[in-house]
């Protein structure tokens, strides 16, 4: 019996250009680093961009969304910029610029170009984890990250102020980027990181942000994009909990005209806490993908997940949400929620909430709302001498900031707050 051959996918433009840079890769380093690279660029390649046959971007099709991969970003002069006070990195291009003149003891950064030449086995296993490495999107970062930033936190340290990563682009042409920063919180530490994200020409950004979490550390993330946004954005979270550790992660995304967020984040020690949270507020034909997954690989652990929405014109979001309970994964205890605004009759959502659970001693449940505003409440504002426009940005405002207090960080919280409150007024 002759078994037909397989006939070979055609790539797209942009997989063909794709694959160029994966070929002419000049970074690509020996050793570990080098090898975990090769490792990644061999799942792209087998893989190619995702498209709605792929289960998980079914809503988001990025194989015909992404008609074009523009040419990879040379670095910019303000790459060799002096550092500057203050905890703040600055990726201009894909490559790190400025690292702060002066740390608090205990927290160390380092350039990634600088900790992949010299870094070993375990330094690559941290920044390569295995951690969502099967999505192709996340293998192209890995396989073409040439730089970045390396955070360390030593044991037991508290940083008084967040740290701040700002992503940007120098003016000039379209571009694509492939930035990876990795975290690595020692045992009983704390920090507040801000990663903000921002462009000042069209680019294409595949960002990724690694975070280890040793027994009783705490991190709070903050991620936000504004309206100088990247047209094009696939930014990826991946993230190892450790034993009663506590990772918070809040995401404000309000610019681009493609986001997918993907977080993929593990339990792997007992009592840890993981709560993912975030507003969107889209216009326009803006498209905004939220995809988590969520793994409890040991028992007694929590995971919380609140995400809104608020879309008008004909934009669309999209969340998709999977907690998954291993089979040894006792005394799991996980909530996740999506809730929508439909603002206009163009506007759509797509929700897609997910539980996979092996074990037979949890408490996990998932819910989903897509709807309009509250007629009823509106009525009743409008009632007490208020325009129909502020009664409705006082409900939407209302909607939105339920989510954005869970922000720990006082001046975070605030300036998210602003935020929502200048996109409101975009609406009028």
Known sequence: MTVAARPAQIRTEAETALAGFLAARPEVQNGPAGEAQRKAAGVFALKGLPHRRVEAWHYTDLRSLMREAWPLAAASASAKAPAREGLRVMIIDGVCAVLPASSPPGIKFTA????MASGGGTFAAQLFPDIGADDSPAALNAALAR????IEIAAGVKADAPIEIHFTTSAGAPRSEYPRCL???????????SETHASAARVQRNSALVCWLSEGAQVEHVFHTGDAAPEQHIATLLGDIGAGAGFQSFALVAGGSLLRRQCFIRQSGERAKIGLRGVSLLKGKQHADTTLVIDHAVPRGESREL??????????????????????AQKTDGGMKSQTLLLSGEAAMSNKPELEIFADDVVCGHGATVGQLDTDQLFYLMTRGLPKAQAEGLLIEAFAREAIEFVGNGDLRESCAAALTRWLETLN
């Open 112 to 115: 990634l170009r600088d900790a």
């Open 147 to 150: 730089d970045g930033v390396v």
């Open 183 to 193: 975290v690595i919180a020692g045992a009983g530490s704390s920090l507040t990181l």
């Open 307 to 328: 995400f809104k929405h608020i879309i008008t014109g004909s934009a669309s979001g999209v969340f998709q949400g999977k907690v998954l309970v291993r089979p040894h």
